[in-house]
């Protein structure tokens, strides 16, 4: 009956998950990856425990957008794009003629291109509602994009023309590269802050779509727009925080480091090189989780939970919904900057070809959904556990076609059962996701 009072066993929160589980789940997934360096190769092992701290600071982004306040965004892959841009804006080196051919031409059309934007809004505040305001504002928008175009388009294609199967873009500023992984995170931030301005208002299925379009446009740019960062043509020996393999194999004092240990010096300094990585991301990745859980655990994160059970009981508290859920979308997005900066130093290159939505913002879902979203340490076990999953169901999934059909004839059969071995990825993805929506749907580490 409606009016019954719920019993105890109703009303009573679901008691707290103990460190058992946590620990239990975290030494499996260390098992995985122990196995795969025993069995495969320790170069392997840590190449793929690499991309899992990046893919679980991305998760640790979209959680704090969707754990915290309950944002579903799937722009993901615009922010991680930002973030692989700003390393070489920050530390790729300058192009040899390349400011001086149009350079001062395209940040005066960049600086023109704001203006117009910020007198267009100022004059639709300051004029009152009417023809008139409508007029002005289609007038100063139609004048600024002509003034804009005349001033950007010439300084682009000098820019561009300028010796482009090598360069044809402005280059970067020859910095540090571990400078590029907070700029990363502060260019997603200000993207963020400008999406936010204007989707934010939207219901969830429609912030969806709208992040989902902004960051196809965003991509779009990146694609077309050779000055900044070449488009397709790819830039790559983008500088690395660490040495390069062959320096070392260059070093005596290395080489004779690694035949007091009986190592081959190739398989030595790959794995040192990948372990200084691994030393690298670790410390962002603590350092990123400190910071949210005391977030968390902050009247502000419990302020945001609030916004997120109820948003209608929270403004009636006196909550600035719409001002909170701006902040933490901006916080979120950060996060994932940061992390599409280190993936692109990683790689030691910017590939805007393979910014793929499957990549960028189905799996980083899975991964928040199959941790547990709203559990920081969830997100992180999740990132793991998937990006495992996603390098090494292919193989062993060819693996188990080949034994399954070794006691078969040869034909078409059995070769197009080899052949499916490969789509054993987004089947075993899918699955995964399944099974955990169906017997654990708060993730694998519940928020507590």
Same mark, same amino acid.
């Given at each position: 009956?409606?009016?019954?009072? +719920? ?13 058992? %589980?946590?620990?239990? /789940? ?5 098992? !995985?990856?122990?196995?795969? #360096? ?13 991309? +899992? ?22 722009? &993901?892959? #615009?922010?991680?794009? !930002? ?9 790729? +080196? ?13 940040? /005066? ?17 300051? $004029? ?5 305001? #409508? ?13 804009? %175009? ?48 204007? +989707? ?21 740019? $990146?694609?077309?727009?050779?000055? !900044? ?8 020996? /983008? ?40 030393? $690298? ?5 603590? !350092? ?46 950060? @996060? ?29 879902? @899975? ?15 999740? #990132? ?17 076609? &080949? ?21 054993? %990825? ?6 995964? /996701?399944?099974? @955990?929506? %169906? ?10």
């Amino acid at each position: 009956m409606s009016g019954a009072p +719920a019993s105890p066993s109703m009303t009573a929160a679901a008691p707290a998950q103990g460190p058992g %589980r946590a620990l239990l /789940l975290a030494a499996f997934v260390a098992l !995985l990856f122990l196995g795969t #360096g025993i069995f495969q190769s320790w170069t392997l092992a840590l190449l793929i425990v690499n991309m +899992a701290l990046v893919s679980s600071i991305m998760a640790l982004g979209v959680n704090i957008q969707w754990g915290y306040a309950g944002l579903f965004s799937v722009g &993901t892959m #615009g922010f991680v794009a !930002l973030g692989g841009v700003s390393v070489v804006l920050i530390s790729s +080196a300058p192009a040899p003629g390349g400011w001086a051919a149009g350079g001062p031409g395209i940040l /005066l059309g960049l600086c023109m291109g704001a203006a117009t934007i910020a007198a267009a809004v100022m004059a639709a505040a300051k $004029l009152p509602k009417g023809r008139v305001r #409508g007029l002005a504002v289609a007038a100063i928008l139609i004048a600024g994009f002509l003034i804009f %175009r005349a001033i950007f388009d010439p300084a682009v294609q000098a820019v561009e023309a300028n010796n482009p199967s090598v360069h044809g873009n402005l280059g970067g500023l020859g910095l540090p590269v571990l400078l590029a992984w907070p700029v990363g995170g502060l260019l997603a931030a200000a993207a963020a802050w400008a999406i936010g301005k204007t +989707a934010l208002g939207l219901r969830s299925d429609y912030l969806a779509i709208a992040t989902l379009g902004i960051a196809e446009i965003i991509l779009a740019v $990146l694609k077309n727009e050779d000055w !900044l960062a070449r488009g397709v043509k790819n830039v790559i020996s /983008l500088p690395r925080p660490v040495p390069y393999e062959v320096d070392l194999q260059r070093s005596q004092a290395f080489l004779d480091w690694a035949n007091s240990f009986g190592f081959d010096p190739i398989t030595a300094s790959s794995i040192v090189v990948r372990l200084m990585y691994t030393g $690298l991301f670790a410390i962002v990745l603590l !350092l990123l989780i400190w910071l949210s859980q005391a977030a968390l655990h902050s009247p502000w994160g419990r302020m945001m939970r609030a916004i997120r059970d109820n948003e209608v009981s929270a403004e009636a508290m006196g909550k600035d919904v719409t001002r909170r859920h701006l902040q933490v979308f901006i916080l979120g997005s950060a @996060v994932i900057g940061i992390a599409g900066a280190m993936m692109t130093t990683l790689d030691g290159q910017l590939t805007p070809g393979s910014y793929s939505p499957l990549r960028f913002t189905f799996l980083i879902w @899975v991964m928040v959904i199959v941790g547990g979203s709203g559990n920081n340490w969830g997100s992180v076990l999740g #990132g793991f556990l998937i990006w495992w999953l996603w390098v090494m169901v292919e193989p062993i999934g060819n693996w188990l076609m &080949t034994v399954v059909t070794s006691g078969m004839a040869e034909g078409w059969l059995k070769g197009h059962l080899i052949n499916s071995a490969a789509h054993m %990825r987004l089947l075993t993805m899918g699955l995964i /996701l399944l099974l @955990v929506l %169906r017997f654990a749907p708060k993730g694998l580490l519940p928020e507590r």
